[in-house]
């Protein structure tokens, strides 16, 4: 029973144009949200982070949305860059110390 | 100089034999993970140390054992392997229990042949 979920496993934008990557959760504890970015041969590593109490949070060219009765949040990146290309992973936990539950990723794209 | 460092790299192995992937963390952190993708390419925890003490064990065949011998280490031994265990397996350090900003090591891919 996957918890978090991520329907595209792919996703190709154009240089310059917004990426969005989405995550569905099913489990509504979630009180704390993040995204990773994963290349290949390499772990991934931490990209934005959001709480519950929050609906939207922006570091630099990347936002990250907070729907929690829709349980949904989504990334996006503006402007998209060829060095985005990477592999995105959605990722949720519910009480302090507890697990991080990921997604199965999204393979971003990012075309010249 | 990498903060969390994870050996071998790769590994193929045959069945039946016992295995170990050691993992290393340079940053100072008091919590230690280990995950595993598998082909469905869900990462998903197996083991958690915090300070040397195991803290989350998730249903993992008992022939996974991890062992920390001092909060910089944590490794994972796994004894007589199956096909099923092929995977890449990740570790995984955070300053505190609760911190979600990990910092993983760039993986064990493991072949089970």
């Known amino acids: 029973d996957q918890q978090v979920k991520q329907n595209s496993p792919s996703l190709s934008v154009q240089e310059g144009r917004i990426s969005i990557l989405n995550c569905d959760y099913t489990n509504s504890m979630f009180d704390y949200f993040l995204w990773y970015k994963k290349y290949p041969a390499e772990g991934p590593t931490f990209l934005i982070s959001i709480s519950s109490i929050k609906d939207k949070n922006e570091d630099g060219r990347f936002t990250v949305f907070l729907n929690k009765s829709a349980k949904h949040l989504s990334l996006h990146i503006v402007p998209s860059q060829p060095g985005d290309s990477a592999v995105y992973f959605c990722?949720?936990?519910?009480?302090?110390?507890?697990?991080?539950?990921f997604g199965q990723g999204t393979e971003l794209s990012v075309k010249p | 100089d990498t903060a969390v460092s994870q050996t071998p790299k790769y590994l193929v192995t045959q069945m039946g034999n016992d295995k170990s992937i050691k993992c290393e963390q340079n940053l100072g952190h008091d919590t230690m993970y280990w995950y595993k993708q598998d082909s469905k390419k869900f990462l998903k925890i197996m083991f958690s140390y915090n300070n040397k003490e195991l803290i989350i064990n998730e249903t993992v065949p008992n022939r996974f054992s991890p062992k920390s011998p001092d909060k910089a280490h944590l490794n994972l031994h796994i004894n007589s392997l199956e096909l099923g265990d092929s995977a890449v397996y990740f570790c995984?350090?955070?300053?505190?229990?609760?911190?979600?900003?990990?910092?993983f090591g760039s993986g064990t891919r493991l072949t089970v042949v």
């Open positions: 990722a949720a936990v519910y009480n302090q110390g507890g697990k991080l539950i």
């Open positions: 995984a350090s955070s300053q505190v229990r609760g911190n979600y900003g990990y910092t």
